[in-house]
């Protein structure tokens, strides 16, 4: 097994072959040339951006026969052995595993031994956030003066979780994030020199996906050297590190588009058939709609992960596609993949994220409604003619009354972004022109302001489910303990200020049991229909219905 | 604690090499590839759902490791690895929650001893996501760079949670859940069941081969999920104090089977003892005993309750699913295509979709430590508040 994986491999051995990292090797260069090299360097920054192997080059170039330099030459004893680990100037320290306090006082004990061949003790303490208190606190008086000949180096992802009283006493030096077109040289640098023929855009295509980290890019590119005979492409790539093929997200947004919940079901249903991951399959669509975003707002810019034939296709998708359902879909899909983390039905959570994006009647935020309308706008001006069932739709064209002026007294959530649907009507209003659906369909909002105004009290309103519109007055219908604490004047009064503030209708408000619901509905359709009493056989279903009572004898009243 | 393989628990135990695991061709071409070439990576993460072959094919790799003809299935290496009693393959799980930095220190010391046999020293590390914050930190550093010899292979089934330092450490390789017309061609052959039994049993299962097998095969899963799909389906038709008494029932359903597995743990505490005679069971080895058998029986608790709850989304599903696609073909419940379709005029597509949000969050809920009773309980309850709501209103 004398096999090393690339990104040992090509382990920069110089100050120079580290890239993206300029600010920090430069100012390291001019440190030792000018003979000012400190005692205590903290290096943080993300994985794979080249901390632990800027503090080996350090080690190296403070080490080198040649004395310090800032080219070390790497053909000394020193360097080599600095090179595979062998040092015994240079040591290299584990914090995370000997993160224990004894541990760290063993390392202080060989401190005041000086170096053997070298000029200086390099201590490289990597994954140094996780050290205990206690072994922070051991290490502070030393590492604000050590002896001559030791040189601390501190390495982290972590800076945060280092003690602020080590961050003072160390010069601390920030790795970024290497950007793609770097990590995409360096690959070529490596590719070149292991004799692979790889496809250019194959290469940013990992520089892309390895978001800063080099090692994890190297990784990816040795596997694909282990993976393909030949001329290593961009489709290789895709297939590798489990990307979703573009064919399939142009489809499914156009899916979306139309807004054609059947085939959403089908394609998620061939998806799951064929054993995508449904979650990286969520990750790259958001990728995908961002880019339709970019291109929507920003004409010339680069869509990232695209290749170039595809552009065209994609701004073909990006006119077409309406502006405002794309930020619903994002907001939407990005919601479900924040929650999928946690799910254990990824393709459930899809299926109802479609269906919310699709159909959107049941979703009740801003968004939502906002994004109904314009669909509902974009079929009117191609010639639909506007939905007969839809009783909302039909009241608001049949009957718009003036606007009111006392409008100034609603509240500003009101005011500003709900616009009343209806208008306002002031008065009571017969059964017919207020729909309980409409109610219902509100409902959250509604709540929403009662959250506002009485968080206390919202729980018991939310327990409440508008019923029925009866005489005029919206009737909500709760459990019993409920129903008691809600039914004073000022709650139903609260409730009714919300009701208006959403949809300008001012409606009376009052409450009844949940069980009795079933039954007064029943009793007041029958007595509205016929006036006399129900029929014998009427009420025994009646009971039946409502107890679930059996019939277990008939006995006539005589008898009794 | 190091701990060695431990054989049974898992229902493709026969199926040893490559060709033994169902439904990965791209992750195994991937592994074979590169293990062929010579350029194996010394870390490896395997990350997929759980249930499709991830740990199977990590125990396949340590003996393709092994072998000397590279994974022959009946030399000793092979077998031992098979069994589970390979001195230089060993399997690291969490101990209790966890997978903590005791064991870590462990697995170091470990490494640095020299092979007994083996070509490759192999350390499989199940539900890597398990690990505490010291442990996954103190690994980092031998995963990175392992002596010569040294082979880590990671399992996850959740990437989220693991320490971005350690992937970036790890070549990935992605299992996928396995295809569902792969799962049925298995299921056909190798238990002889007809086409429509397979594709039941595998749209029952969440692409989890064990869950497909034991539902094509046991007959009181087929019991359970008639139990379930009949309540279900009748759910408007019943009050609230007959659905907490179902809930009830749900629960004793679960926990029924669980009174097998735990004989079966008595046993073989009771073997154990035998074997020390006098001196009793040394403590840790007796905790280690019995951790596992927790675990063991909190897993399959979990798929208990994992079962029902699918049973009926896939009820909602089917329904959604023929009111919008009128495709009977790509229903689930095929047994039951004329309930289906008595449901699908008396329910909204919201409706549906609120019932099935409704369980999937009582799935959500398994995950933490919460009374299953009145999960289920709650979760009945609002599904019969969205279909009878619905109902009442559409007879208006």
Redesign the interface.
């Given at each position: 097994?004398?096999?090393l994986?690339l990104y040992?491999k090509w382990r920069p051995q110089t100050f120079d072959d580290i890239v993206g990292q300029s600010h920090i090797t430069q100012t390291l260069k001019n440190a030792i040339k000018r003979g000012r090299i400190s005692h205590a360097y903290l290096f943080c920054g993300?994985?794979?951006t080249g901390k632990t192997t800027t503090a080996r080059v350090l080690a190296k170039a403070i080490n080198c026969a040649e004395g310090p330099t800032p080219t070390p030459c790497n053909q000394c004893d020193s360097c080599r052995s600095i090179s595979d680990?062998s040092s015994i100037d240079v040591l290299e320290l584990?914090a995370?595993?000997n993160?224990r306090v004894e541990e760290i006082r063993e390392l202080l004990e060989r401190i005041p031994y000086s170096s053997t061949e070298g000029h200086k003790k390099v201590y490289i303490v990597?994954?140094v956030?996780?050290l205990t208190a206690e072994s922070f606190n051991t290490l502070l008086k030393t590492l604000e003066e050590p002896p001559e000949h030791v040189i601390f180096v501190l390495a982290t992802?972590e800076p945060y979780k280092v003690l602020p009283t080590i961050l003072s006493r160390c010069q601390r030096f920030d790795f970024r994030h290497i950007s793609a077109p770097d990590i995409e040289a360096r690959l070529r640098e490596v590719a070149d020199a292991e004799g692979i023929t790889i496809e250019t855009s194959a290469l940013s295509l990992i520089a892309y996906h390895a978001q800063g980290?080099l090692?994890?890019a190297l990784?990816a590119l040795?596997?694909l050297?282990?993976?393909s005979d030949e001329e290593i492409t961009s489709a290789n790539v895709i297939?590798?590190l489990?990307l979703t093929n573009s064919e399939l997200l142009f489809d499914f947004a156009d899916i979306l588009g139309r807004g054609d919940?059947?085939a959403g079901?089908?394609f998620i249903?061939e998806l799951?058939?064929?054993?995508?991951?449904i979650r990286q399959f969520i990750q790259d669509l958001l990728d995908h709609l961002r880019n339709l975003f970019l291109i929507q707002n920003v004409p010339n810019a680069k869509p990232t992960r695209m290749l170039d034939e595809l552009r065209e296709r994609l701004s073909g998708q990006a006119t077409a596609m309406n502006p405002r359902s794309l930020m619903f879909f994002i907001n939407t899909l990005s919601d479900i993949y924040n929650q999928s983390?946690?799910?254990?039905?990824i393709?459930?959570?899809f299926?109802?994220a479609l269906?919310?994006m699709v159909?959107a009647?049941?979703d009740v935020s801003i968004e939502g409604i906002l994004h109904r309308i314009e669909r509902l706008e974009s079929a009117i001006l191609a010639g639909a003619a506007p939905l007969a069932s839809d009783t909302v739709l039909q009241q608001s064209q049949s009957k718009i009354p003036p606007e009111n002026e006392d409008k100034k007294d609603l509240r500003s959530v009101g005011s500003k972004e709900q616009t009343p649907v209806m208008g306002t009507a002031v008065g009571t209003l017969d059964d017919r022109a207020v729909d309980?659906?409409m109610v219902r369909r509100i409902w959250t909002q509604v709540l929403n302001i009662v959250k506002g105004e009485k968080p206390s009290r919202y729980s018991f309103f939310a327990a409440g489910?508008p019923s029925r519109i009866d005489n005029g007055r919206l009737v909500l219908s709760f459990k019993k303990s409920d129903k008691d604490f809600v039914e004073s004047s000022e709650n139903l009064r609260l409730l009714q200020n919300a009701v208006k503030v959403v949809s300008g209708l001012d409606i009376p408000v009052t409450c009844e049991f949940a069980n009795d619901?079933?039954k007064t509905?029943a009793v007041v359709?029958h007595a509205a229909a016929e006036e006399t009493p129900l029929p014998p056989d009427d009420y025994i279903r009646l009971v039946q219905d409502t107890?679930?009572a059996k019939i277990v004898e008939e006995i006539s009243i005589d008898e009794i | 604690m190091i701990q060695l393989l431990s054989v049974g628990g898992n229902a493709l135990e026969d199926n040893f090499l490559w060709s033994g695991i169902i439904g990965q061709k791209d992750a195994i071409d991937k592994i074979r590839a590169s293990l062929q070439s010579g350029e194996g990576s010394h870390a490896w993460l395997f990350v997929g759902p759980r249930g499709v072959g991830k740990r199977t094919t990590a125990k396949v790799m340590a003996a393709v490791l092994n072998c000397e003809e590279g994974g022959c299935g009946r030399c000793a290496s092979c077998s031992k690895i098979s069994r589970g009693i390979h001195p230089d393959v060993s399997l690291i799980e969490p101990e209790g929650n966890f997978i903590t930095i005791e064991q870590v220190r462990q697995l170091q010391q470990f490494i640095s001893l020299k092979n007994y046999e083996g070509r490759a020293k192999v350390f499989i590390i199940d539900e890597t996501d398990r690990f505490t914050q010291e442990a996954a930190n103190a690994l980092l550093k031998s995963l990175e760079e392992p002596p010569p010899g040294v082979v880590f292979i990671l399992i996850t089934a959740n990437l989220e949670a693991i320490l971005p330092t350690i992937v970036s450490r790890c070549r990935q390789v992605q299992f996928r859940s396995i295809a569902a017309q792969e799962m049925i061609v298995f299921l056909i052959n190798k238990y002889g069941l007809s086409y429509d039994k397979a594709s039941l049993a595998t749209k029952l299962s969440s692409g989890v081969l064990g869950t497909a097998i034991s539902f094509a095969t046991s007959a009181a899963k087929k019991e359970r999920r008639k139990k379930v799909l009949g309540i279900i389906r009748d759910i408007d038709r019943f009050d609230l104090a007959r659905l907490s008494f179902i809930a009830e029932e749900f629960l004793s359903e679960v926990k029924r089977p669980l009174d097998e597995l735990k004989v079966k743990h008595k046993k073989e505490v009771s073997e154990l003892k035998e074997q020390f005679g006098l001196k009793g069971i040394p403590s840790h080895i007796k905790k280690r005993l019995e951790q596992r058998h927790k675990r063991e029986i909190s897993r399959e608790e979990h798929q208990g309750f994992e079962e029902i709850l699918n049973i009926l989304i896939s009820w909602f599903r089917d329904i959604i699913l023929l009111k919008e696609t009128d495709r009977q073909d790509l229903l689930t419940n095929q047994d039951r295509i004329l309930e289906i379709k008595e449901r699908v005029d008396l329910l909204t597509g919201a409706d549906v979709y609120e019932c099935l949000q409704i369980i999937e969050e009582a799935k959500q809920l398994l995950r933490f430590n919460v009374n299953m009773q009145l999960t289920f309980e709650t979760m009945l309850f609002k599904i019969h508040e969205v279909v009878t709501v619905q109902n009442s209103s559409h007879f208006r």
């Open positions: 097994m004398a096999y994986s040992r993300p994985r794979g680990g584990d995370a595993s993160r990597d994954e956030h996780m992802t980290a090692r994890d990784g040795e596997q050297i282990s993976y297939s590798l489990g919940l059947a079901l089908l249903d799951t058939e064929k054993g995508f991951d983390r946690w799910a254990t039905d393709r459930l959570l299926e109802i269906f919310k159909k009647d049941t309980i659906e489910k619901a079933v509905v359709e107890f679930g | -």
